[in-house]
């Protein structure tokens, strides 16, 4: 079914208002009438199926036929902090991540960042960027849209790290790297034994999900001295396998590990 | 190290001649010169690293400085059949299945196909399909360049999945679908099982990797008509989590996740 995100204040009681582009795409792009129903979410606290009653060009209004649960959430919040690629890669890194439940994204310049930074592109790159996350949360049938933080340095992703309850910078093979599913398992493992001596002890388990920061470079890499800097941070030097893979494709695929490793993916082990 | 997938022809004892656009590349973008050291494999069983001793805008020569095992390749030998999604999706898939190991991609139609089928265009299609997946291999280090197959009907996809260890169908959740990792550890622990019996009985553990066969459908999905006759054929309908992915991310996503499964995306559970 057709999800929309809106505004909080588009909800007044059991009503709900859509407008701008959301009444265009339901009028012109699903051809919707009084009567269909749709999912509306804030983003936040409120998601309802309701039925469209009046619609129009500019506006269109339902009424909630049931509240619903915003269950579809991953059990863990990964960020990914991705150094600035060349053309629209990081678009694609928005969209799959998006799909595959990132919490957040972090775009950063390192050294090695070959796209200029302009000030003034950047406030619409961002607003693109912030519209390509709402679209695929709401193809991919998400509650939430995942954040577009603006451009940071290298240095606020180092600073920032240690908030996250684990850090991983991809990086090629070295003597410091180990294997990400080394790392994701001890790290998961570590997080249910925390949550059963919450139990035990008779207290409630962790209330909030594990949170992951995926660190990943631009098409050149990160430099051996920002590796350093991120190690003595208490960043994990992470190797993805013996393959090289393309700067996006590394961010794309670390996430789809990640939640495969934390059961999102489909199924158990 | 810049990689070269060259013809068997090329070698000629320890001497090696490129040509054509691998020399204009190694001339033009590279800028290479003779004393420069590159890694040229014919992808199937010789690979060497090669110290070039001529060059000029037609051709290069160069000669055997080190022949290389050709370890890059994975431990299971993922085959992604996709059916056709529209515009230029199937080359992201390609491009970034090839990063990630494939071994082959067989492209089809299924009911829900969108895209025209015209066999005039089709070779045209094949030999850029082909051309990103030889470009994607050598840019990922790989051994080998995936095959691409011409394209197939669904009722081919059907009749050689059971040439597959396991074949899995990318199926949204119903009642005869199972999470995408329960089906993979599964099947995981069942050749480990077999290898060390195999072992335990004096014999050599089995010769010939796993074989999976990964099918995503197309933007509309599969019909329920074709998930049946899949499930009838022996392939196991595979969700991949709640939320719902793009055709293009799925086949992407859940070859990473395989991958992972099978300790090749780096490090070990």
Redo the contacts between chains.
């Keep these: 079914m057709q999800r929309y995100f809106i505004k909080e204040d588009q909800f007044s009681g059991d009503v709900v208002t859509l407008n701008g582009e959301d009444a265009h795409h339901l009028l012109r792009v699903m051809r919707a009438r009084p009567g269909d129903q749709i999912i509306v979410s804030d983003g936040r606290e409120r998601e309802a199926l309701v039925e469209i009653t009046t619609i129009a060009k500019d506006q269109a209004e339902a009424s909630v036929v049931q509240w619903l649960s915003q269950?579809?959430e991953?059990s863990v919040a990964v960020t990914i902090a991705q150094s600035l690629p060349k053309g629209d890669k990081l678009e694609t890194v928005i969209?799959?991540g998006t799909?595959?439940?990132a919490a957040a994204f972090i775009p950063f310049v390192s050294s090695r960042t070959v796209v200029q930074y302009d000030a003034r592109k950047e406030a619409k790159r961002l607003d693109r960027w912030r519209k390509i996350a709402k679209e695929a949360a709401e193809?991919?049938?998400?509650s939430k849209v995942p954040e577009v933080e603006d451009v940071a340095s290298w240095q606020h992703i180092v600073e920032i790290a240690t908030q996250y309850d684990l850090a991983l910078l991809c990086y090629e093979k070295t003597e410091a790297t180990?294997?990400?599913?080394?790392?994701?398992?001890q790290a998961r493992a570590n997080w249910l034994q925390a949550d059963s001596r919450c139990q035990a002890s008779g207290q409630e388990a962790q209330a909030s999900r594990p949170s992951i920061l995926l660190i990943a470079g631009p098409e050149g890499g990160f430099t051996e001295q920002e590796a350093e800097q991120a190690a003595g941070a208490g960043i994990q030097l992470?190797?993805?396998?013996?393959?090289?893979?393309?700067t996006e494709?590394a961010a794309?695929?670390a996430i789809?590990?990640v939640?495969?490793?934390f059961?999102?993916?489909?199924?158990?082990?």
């Design positions: 269950d579809q991953a969209q799959k799909e595959l439940g193809q991919a049938h998400r180990q294997g990400l599913r080394t790392l994701l398992t992470a190797g993805l396998g013996k393959r090289i893979l393309r494709t794309m695929a789809a590990c939640m495969y490793e059961n999102e993916m489909g199924g158990t082990s």
